[in-house]
């Protein structure tokens, strides 16, 4: 494995000095040095042009090196199929390189299988999912989760995420919500898993039901690289099952994310309360959130402010009151209007909950707030 990432590290991107049938004829070649100056030199090619290598057939070349002898063309072979994958899928696809990768899974060398994985999120997410399912293979795929190298445990979850957004059920049906909680509980910090159950959690609410992904979540919270994935499972979570939240114990913790340096991380820690305080009000303000999320409304990112607003404005059903020692400090910040003017207009649209420093539902929110 060190040896295949010191060999693609090595590699440039200047254009070859000869054309591509000299290289073909060199990838016949017996010495495994000259195939993989060849398979390199060809790879350089794709990337400068992969729409007319593919007329000339390049993806049927960079297939027919995975079962390459030489460790090294069988890397660039992956490498080849991930950037022709980008912008010709479709080529790919029709010449077999989802049987060919999908094969490579079992493979008996890690990199391999983890390399392989890689390629196929890439397929799956530019629309080849439904052939990889159709394949029979996602039992396997979930597989991976369980696989003794921790590089390939780490890649799984980008492929099942990547199949989940365009069948989730099938995933669901494959066992993956429950090995990717597996993942969880065995204390693997990984952020393609909380990536992989937001999405399924996004088209099946119900999925994650009696899983425990509240409780395997919030440990995660302690690593800062996988907070912003840990929340975004969170706040998907409380939008459809609140309860699971409370009683999973997130309140606390996620009170404690709405001074995190990341601004993504806290608005969506002020939306998560938002949802909860829908169904459960009197829990978030029993927590003593309000202080903290007055003290939002002055937070330098628009989307934060108002999803700290919205989730005031919740609170406010639940207990008139809770707002008026803050009246003078609201009022000191011209917030008051706003406060008085809400009519509960907030997109519930999140699909763009990723764009949280552009501002787009903020626009349209600000637009309603004073109607």
Known sequence: ????????????RSKPSVGLPE???????????TRRDA??????LAYFNSAQLVEAGIHHVFIKMLNDQDDYVRDVGIDGIK?????????????????????????????????????LRIIAKKGGAPVIVGAGALPTIVGLLDDPDPDVRRAAPGLIDSVAEHDTPAVVRAGGVRALCGLLEREEPC?????????????????????????LALPFLGFRDLRGGVISLLTVMARTEPVS????GALGPVL?????????????????????????????????????LVALLEDRDAPVREAALHTLMELREWDHAVLDQYSMELAAHSHLDLLAGYRGAYDRQESQEGQSTSGG???????????
């Not at 494995?1 to 440039?12: I, N, W």
């Not at 952020?191 to 409780?215: H, P």
């Not at 939240?245 to 999973?248: A, C, D, M, N, Q």
């Not at 539902?361 to 004073?370: K, T």
Request: proline share 1%.
């Open 1 to 12: 494995m060190e040896f295949m990432q010191g060999a693609r590290l090595s590699r440039g």
């Open 23 to 33: 290289l073909l004829d060199s990838m016949a070649a017996r010495d495994g040095w």
């Open 39 to 44: 398979s390199e030199q060809i790879l350089t």
């Open 83 to 119: 950037c022709l994958a980008y912008e010709q899928c479709e080529a790919v696809i029709e010449a077999g390189a989802v049987k060919v990768l999908l094969g490579l899974l079992d493979d008996e060398k890690p990199w391999v299988r983890m390399l392989a994985a890689s390629a």
């Open 191 to 215: 952020g393609g898993a909380f990536s992989a159950l937001t999405t399924i959690a996004e088209r099946d609410a119900s999925a994650l039901e009696g899983m425990g992904a509240v409780g």
């Open 245 to 248: 939240l409370v009683e999973g």
């Open 256 to 292: 404690g994310l709405l001074d995190d340096g990341d601004s993504i991380v806290r608005g969506r820690a002020a939306r998560t309360l938002g949802h909860i305080a829908e169904i459960h009000g009197s829990a978030v303000i029993d927590q003593d959130a309000v202080p903290a």
């Open 361 to 371: 539902h903020s626009l349209r929110f600000r637009g309603e707030l004073l109607k």
